[in-house]
């Protein structure tokens, strides 16, 4: 099968397990919204439109961007093709699919995290007999009427997610790991983006790290966020000790009864086809030079957080790192 040559030359192809453009957005609670404008959230050469309406964008509006902008580049996918494992073989790696091989001199792995949700080992979360959820399953808080609702996680997600519920009248418990941290009403993905870019210039330069994103917050206080906050309705308990069969339980004994438990705990990288390469690494990653595997020059990664380019795992701080890969790319391959 013939693959498509563009930009530097390079003829490439994009293996997407996916259906449809608009890889985990197409997936996401209704309610989700971005943390920025329409302007600051667009990838390199096309501009986001403006939602009627919104200032920050439904994850429908960003569908329909990436499927504008996939069509606007001819981009050369092969939908519905899932990747199984990555090889070595002499000067090429194969990447084996269910539905054939592919040989390749360099491949960029672009899976991010939707697909390897997070669920702590908290004690008692196999003998409890509600339901439980992670992020990944939430959809609307009308699944929820009138039930008990425990929503774990002190991040954007958790914040969210407890917001929607919460304004829907659920019989609420929001659990974080410390007491919530908004950024200033002011601050969204803009002054995000520009903190993780700071902090990724220092550490390369040797300067004092300025802490990034973290420095400034956990939660970005986006419209329906900041409503239910100001309402009283986010009102956050620490984490609880415990699950029991019918709820949570703290330390202290206290106990909330629960029909379902929502883990807003995070995610971690989707970077099981690379296990034959045995690449070293700690928490889940690859050791990197940049955007590319210390360990394997034909190999890079872009979107899954800071450790693989400022920003990346956004829309508008991946163009950055992408770029670089693909420069580099064209070098080793020249």
């Known amino acids: ?38 302007q600051y959230s667009s990838l390199p050469g096309r501009l986001m439109p403006s939602q009627p309406g919104e200032l920050y964008p439904d994850a429908g509006h960003v569908v329909n961007y990436l499927a504008d902008y996939e069509k606007r580049y001819a981009l050369p996918v092969q939908r519905g093709t899932w990747v199984d494992s990555v090889h070595r073989d002499g000067p090429v790696l194969r990447v084996e699919t269910d539905s054939g091989s592919w040989t390749a001199r360099a491949v960029i792995s672009a899976t991010g995290t939707w697909t390897r949700p997070f669920l702590p080992a908290v004690p008692g979360r196999r003998e409890y007999q509600g339901r439980q959820l992670h992020t990944v399953q939430y959809r609307s808080p009308s699944d929820f009427t009138g039930q008990r609702v425990v929503v774990v996680g002190g991040g954007n997600s958790g914040a969210q997610i407890a917001a929607d519920l919460a304004h829907n009248g659920a019989d609420l418990t929001w659990v974080t790991q410390r007491p919530p941290r908004y950024l200033a009403d002011d601050i969204d993905g803009r002054a995000l983006f520009d903190a993780a870019t700071a902090r990724r210039r220092a550490l390369d330069e040797g300067r004092t790290d ?118 580099e790319i064209a070098r080793f391959l020249a």
């Open 210 to 327: 300025t802490g990034g994103v973290a420095s400034l917050g956990d939660i970005v206080a986006v419209p329906p966020v900041r409503a239910a906050r100001d309402a009283g309705l986010l009102s956050a308990r620490p984490m609880f000790a415990r699950l029991t069969p019918t709820g949570v339980e703290w330390a202290d004994g206290t106990r909330a009864e629960a029909d379902t438990v929502i883990w807003c705990t995070g995610f971690r990288p989707a970077l099981a086809p690379f296990a034959r390469l045995r690449l070293r690494g700690t928490r889940g990653r690859i050791a990197m030079n940049g955007t590319r595997a210390a360990d394997e020059p034909r190999l890079h990664l872009l979107g899954y957080g800071d450790w693989t380019g400022p920003a990346s795992a956004t829309l508008v701080g991946v163009g950055r790192p992408a770029r670089d890969a693909a420069r």
């Open 1 to 38: 099968m013939r693959t498509k040559a563009s930009g530097l030359g390079i003829e490439h192809v994009i293996l997407d397990a996916q259906a449809a453009p608009g890889g985990a957005w197409q997936h996401t609670w209704n309610s989700l919204r971005l943390f920025s404008p329409a």
